[in-house]
């Protein structure tokens, strides 16, 4: 017990032997990966539902979900998203609905650091390429497919992006340098800071990694990647290393955008194409109409003709990247065509406005 801490909570997680504590103004999921734990999380905003835990003692408040995370009746029923949710109670039991990872596939833990922006270039008309320096004092460590928190100016609490840039052997960025694509969202605040003018030399705060989503080293099998815009980014990052690796099983990453003027990236896919014997990536036209649709690209949303170019996903990994309805629609096309469900692996995100 924490007797000698008022105002914390002592979170025992049900059958692991691990306990932290947390804060009565801290979310739990922060205590816990702050302590080194590695219990299960994504998108820590309330919208995956990754983190998703039942109570088995004690109480906690809720705070802020996406009602499609959790629903009234699995909070009813002693349901919590550990990524929005404090602890109320002096002890508190948690079981995690997914499984912690094991310690050879635990992600680095989180960290601070204060980054320069290098590189701000619009690729569509709404996405930018971010490139920022770590400096060479901080040694940053994350996982092929996680993301980090980005801090702007006037905006109180900072948005999660997908790293782009895969990790060289010792799990850093090639020479500090970490790469984003960044989707500017209407009214957003934190994405129009990113996408202003000006930005090149503005000091920018960083707190990572973060994320469970990412291929297992144990993977025995051909790859799908599929990717609906900016979530591209983990998937990028995840190819890069998993290649640079040496990986043995076919991968083929499709990109779904809705036109030709949102294409991106067509350079780093090429890149891996010519240099990867194994390795085939696909543009897909999601919303227009192409007159003439460029060598190998296809129209039409992934879930209208994945069986013609898979028919059977038995055998392979799928990784989808994206909002949640694309992330939703790619995923029952796979178990469709016969994909596991432990070999279906996930990131979506939604739009936000701060």
């Known amino acids: 017990m924490l007797e000698d801490e008022p105002g914390r909570t002592e979170v025992i997680v049900a059958g692991t032997g691990q306990s932290f504590g947390c804060g009565r103004d801290e979310l739990i999921l922060d205590a816990g990966l702050a302590a080194g734990l590695p219990l299960p999380h994504n998108c820590r905003g309330g919208a995956c539902g990754t983190c998703k835990s039942e109570v088995l ?21 002693g349901k919590c998203l550990i990524c929005q949710s ?3 109670s002096d002890r508190l039991v948690i079981q995690p609905d997914n499984a912690m990872a094991s310690p050879e596939e635990a992600p680095p833990a989180p960290i601070e650091a204060t980054s320069t922006v290098l590189a701000a270039e619009p690729v569509t008309p709404s996405i930018r390429r971010l490139v920022i320096a770590l400096p060479p004092s901080v040694r940053f460590r994350y996982r092929a497919g996680q993301h ?4 702007t100016e006037g905006v109180g609490k900072p948005r999660t992006y997908s790293i782009a840039t895969a990790p060289d052997e010792q799990g850093e960025p090639p020479d500090g340098l970490l790469e984003f694509f960044i989707r500017r969202h209407e009214a957003g ?9 000006g930005r090149l030399g503005t000091p920018v705060a960083i707190h990572g990694p973060y994320g469970n989503f990412h291929l297992p080293r144990t993977a025995d099998g051909p790859v799908l990647c599929l ?8 998937i990028l990052s995840i190819a890069r290393r998993a290649l640079a690796s040496s990986f043995a099983h076919p991968m083929t990453l499709v990109l779904s955008v809705r036109d030709r003027s949102e294409v991106f990236a067509l350079d780093a896919l090429h890149r891996l194409s010519r240099r990867h014997a194994g390795f085939s990536h696909v543009v897909t036209l999601s919303r227009a109409v192409d007159v003439a649709p460029a060598t190998g690209w296809r129209q039409g949303r992934i879930p209208a003709w994945l069986d013609q170019a898979f028919p059977d996903l038995g055998r392979h990994w799928v990784l989808a990247a994206g909002a949640p309805g694309f992330v939703d629609t790619c995923v029952e096309k796979a178990r469709a065509l016969g994909a596991l469900p432990e070999r279906i692996l996930t990131d979506s995100f939604t739009d936000t406005v701060a």
């Open 189 to 197: 605040k934190a994405s129009g800071w990113l996408h202003g003018d």
């Open 57 to 77: 003692e004690g109480e906690v408040d809720h705070g802020w979900v996406m009602s499609f995370a959790i629903s009234e009746e699995e909070k009813a029923a």
């Open 86 to 88: 404090k602890p109320l």
């Open 148 to 151: 980090v928190e980005i801090r």
């Open 227 to 234: 990717a609906g815009g900016s979530g591209l980014a983990p």
